[in-house]
C-alpha cells in the first residue's frame, strides 16, 4: 500500500556531483574534506551519526550518537558500556556508522571493528563535559526498565549533593568506543535517483580500492 502524501515528498538532487578521479585516495581524507563542508555549511548537528549493531544472534538495532573526533585510527563515540548497545557490542564488537547530511544531499557510511579506547582517553573526554552531563551519566542505568522519571531525578539530586565539593570522576562502565573502518561509502545525491556511490574497502595490505557503485 502506497501513501501518496508520503511519496509525494520527493525531492530531486541537483546539488554537487562525486566523481573517483577527483576524491582522496585515503577515505578519511575524504571524510575530511566533507567534514570541512560540513561545518562552513552551519548544519544542526552535523557530528550526529546513526550507530547500527547487532547481537550475536542478529537482532539489528540502531540509534543516533554523536561522533566525537575522527582519525585515520577510526571515528570515536561515547557511551554506557551497560547499555543495550555496549552490551551488543561486546557480543558482536562490529558496527555500522551512517552520517546524512540533507543540506549537502550527502550520506557517509562506514563499516568496521569496534573497540573500546583506552581508559586515559575516556577520563579525559568524561572530564571535559559539563558536570550536569557526568552526574547524568552516572545516574543513568541507561536502557534499563526504570519505575518513572522521578527515580532518575532523585538520584541526579543525591549525586548533586555529594558532589558539592568535588566533580565526580568517570564510573567504570562508562567510555567510549572507536569504530575503525574498512569499508566506508560516500554517496552524493544527484538527479532521477542516479545518484553518486564511491565505496573504500580496505585491502589486505593496508591500501583502499575505490569502486563505483550503482545507485
Known amino acids: 500500500m502506497i501513501n501518496q502524501k508520503i511519496a509525494d515528498l520527493r525531492q530531486d538532487y541537483r546539488r554537487a556531483t562525486l566523481n573517483e578521479r577527483e576524491v582522496a585516495s585515503h577515505p578519511v581524507k575524504q571524510f575530511e574534506h566533507w567534514w570541512q563542508e560540513v561545518l562552513a555549511g552551519e548544519i544542526d548537528e552535523p557530528n550526529a551519526m546513526t550507530l547500527a549493531t547487532c547481537t550475536a544472534g542478529g537482532q539489528p538495532a540502531a540509534r543516533i550518537v554523536l561522533l566525537k573526533s575522527f582519525d585515520e585510527q577510526g571515528f570515536l563515540f ?128 593496508g591500501s583502499w580500492k575505490i569502486e563505483r557503485l550503482a545507485p
Open 78 to 205: 561515547f557511551t554506557n558500556y551497560e547499555s543495550r548497545k555496549g552490551k551488543e557490542l561486546e557480543e558482536n564488537p562490529r558496527a555500522t556508522l551512517l552520517f546524512f547530511w540533507k543540506e549537502l544531499e550527502r550520506q557517509v557510511r562506514v563499516e568496521g571493528k569496534v573497540m573500546r579506547v583506552p581508559p586515559d582517553v575516556s577520563d579525559e573526554y568524561f572530564n571535559s563535559r559539563p558536570v550536569g552531563s557526568r552526574i547524568g551519566a552516572i545516574a543513568s542505568p541507561q536502557s534499563q526498565v526504570i519505575p518513572g522519571r522521578e527515580v532518575l531525578e532523585e538520584k541526579v539530586k543525591s549525586l548533586e549533593a555529594q558532589y558539592l565539593a568535588h566533580a565526580p570522576q568517570r564510573p567504570a562502565h562508562w567510555g567510549g568506543y572507536v569504530v575503525v573502518p574498512e569499508v566506508v561509502e560516500f554517496w552524493q545525491g544527484r538527479s532521477s535517483r542516479l545518484h553518486d556511490r564511491l565505496r573504500y574497502t580496505r585491502e589486505a595490505n
